[in-house]
């Protein structure tokens, strides 16, 4: 597996498009052919699970925008010297004439690489250097991290070992926005008196977004006592959350409707966060601090972003306990913000490799195994195997999410919200 930077230009179309082909089509346009019938620059070397992290070049320099794992093209390659590159399908091609992206000189067809956004490793370490404009960028030849082989002492911190057993139910939520969320939004649900994972499923399946967002909201209402972790951003850099929703409050409830009358679809806040030019620009105090790999904006974030806003709004004020802004006052049901990259990094394990990539079956089995070893829990029957073949890893986040909402539980809120930026912006927990 070998890792690709690609940039994107203004030359042709804008970066909102760019965002939203990639987001909603899983569609990254690239010309397979040059003017002089010649095979583009690299597009050969590419193969399906290689990564391609998008960064967007204006005014001399490049953002990052976000990455994903190439997929084979459904219809085959366009080329056999270029396996990875495919003919867009004619339900797409329409769109991209119209957004003015140029057909492949040669095959005067539309071709590109066929992505899945990825939430695995994040901006990559290394630096691109582009040639050219188009251009795609060896980063690096991948080869994973070893896992520790055995937990380290950060798995079981003081907080967390002098916690009291909780006596209500912990939920762990993968979030989603995509086009079928509904699909991709695992939870799991944690016995925590007994250190026990019950189950994991999919109960909002078949849920486009807008459905699956008034779904989980529903239960949220509906459950009478509870800690939930949410593996979503609950907020925007401070600067942004102003630019975009026009708000100062310190509350994502507040946040988020703001956001949702101006941006009522994940398209329009694409477009708003594209033409403010602040896709994958800033990441937040939390993100910083707790060493999160993304920025709430990044492609493959904004559209989950949005949608766990959207969720926040229909939260009352007096209803479930939104920390760290509610620590001042109780309620039986407390939802949070976790992150399963900046856990396993807080227990000092390595979150690289244990999604859509070759090996990655191997890294799941040994991080879940580590885990629960590490914190004293067990898993019901098949529930390893369920987290284990998952290659997209959305089963063992949704766990890792529900052990860090109950590590959630021990933590002093209070003290959480007295740091800077915290109340301004959101806090991870792990």
Known sequence: MTKWAYRATVRGTDLASTATLFTEDGFLSRTLFNANGGLNSNVGRVRPDDEIHLYYSTGGSSSYLGGGVVRPPPDGPADVRAPAIGLAPPALEARLRELGYRSDPLLDRFTGFFMEASRGDGEPET????????????????????????????????????????????????????????????????????????????????????????????????????????????????????????????????????????????????????????????????????????????????????????VLARLGGEGPRLLPWDAARTHPVNVVEVCPAVLLRTLGLSNHGYKLRPGSAERRAELFDLVLEGLGWQAAPGIRTLAVKDREGDVLDAILGGLAAWRASAADHAAIAAQPMVLEEGWIYA
């Open 127 to 310: 630096s691109p250097s582009f040639a050219n404009q188009n251009a795609l960028w060896l980063l690096e030849e991948h080869h994973h991290a070893p896992v520790p082989t055995r937990p380290v002492a950060a798995v079981a911190p003081p907080a967390v070992a002098a916690c009291p057993p909780a006596r209500t139910p912990v939920f762990g939520i993968d979030w989603s926005g995509a086009r079928q969320a509904g699909n991709k939004i695992w939870r799991a649900t944690l016995d925590p008196e007994r250190r026990h994972i019950l189950t994991v499923e999919r109960p909002w399946a078949g849920m486009a977004p807008a459905a699956a967002v008034d779904g989980v909201a529903r239960w949220i209402g509906g459950l009478e006592q509870g800690w939930i972790g949410f593996d979503s951003p609950f907020g925007l850099q401070r600067d942004d959350i102003v630019r975009l929703a026009g708000s100062t409050q310190r509350d994502p409830r507040t946040w988020g409707r703001s956001l949702l009358a101006a941006y009522p679809e994940g398209r329009g806040f694409i477009e708003a966060c594209a033409a403010a030019g602040i896709i994958g620009r800033h990441r937040r105090f939390t993100d910083v601090t707790c060493r999160s790999p993304f920025a709430p904006t990044l492609l493959q974030m904004i559209r989950q972003t949005h949608a766990m806003l959207a």
